[in-house]
């Protein structure tokens, strides 16, 4: 099933008008670019604080930027039963993926995570055939193919793990932080059509927060984390709240105004870009260079995305 069934909007809150797929497509390749940039900025501060601690401040930043924009932007916001249901998918992502990923950067590679966080277009393709009935054509299964063989490319030549370098509980919790990450995009796809996305995206990262702040405290008050601010320069704090505006506030906003034109799998692919986006900012900000293999990897992920779209569109 593709598109958002406007008989399905609450009553008195029908649907919202859709973007146009031009656009839509735009913004989901936007929070891809996003996503990419802030994972470079995250993997810096993670070696100045716990990963946990990192998440909080992030999320704390995130919505500080988004309730504000809701506050000057004035959109239309009702806290009904609907809009209630709808802000719990923030238990989704960023709240049990994101703390499954983070702690799983924290504890196994960068190319391992990668690798693993490359099958969440899959999972999502699997999720949408299992839960939203979406079909799966031939042309769709090859274009997947064809996107995870350029996400091979693209961390093949960094993956040094596969020499024993990772972690198993690592690679465990980034695995299930990616399935979760997949689900939330299976249960956000029938909200976004009749909610506006700044006060969804406020409202999920809220519960997020909530729900992240939740697991903090769990863990320092059995010893299994300390918050790790102490001797923590100025400059690394607001490098993470920046990271957590552009991964949380900025990203999530972006896909979600994207996810009211596009069909679940379609925005899934976009997800792929990331990988893309998390090099040429390592390139541009740690002076790391792409090899011909990972070049050939963009390219075919590029190719893929844009064939996915065109076909959409048409």
Known sequence: MTGIPGAGAPAGQGARPRPGHGLAILAAILSAACWGSATVMSKGVLAHMPPMTLLAIQLTASITVLWLAVLVLRPRVRLDRPTRRASLSGLLEPGVAYTFGIVGLALTTASNAALIGAAEPLLILLLAWLLLKERIGPPMLGLAALATLGIILVIAPDAGAFSGQGSLAGDALILAGTFFAALYVIATRRLVGRMDPLPLSALQQSVGLLWTLGVLAAALLLGLAALGLDGVPLPVLLLAAASG??????????????????PANVAGFCLTLIPVFGIAAAYAFLGEALSGVQWLGAALIIVSVAIVSRLQGD
Do not use: C, N, T
Not at 247 to 259: E, G, S, V
């Open 245 to 262: 505006v552009i991964q949380y506030a900025l990203a999530f906003w972006l896909y979600l105004f994207a996810l009211q034109s596009l």
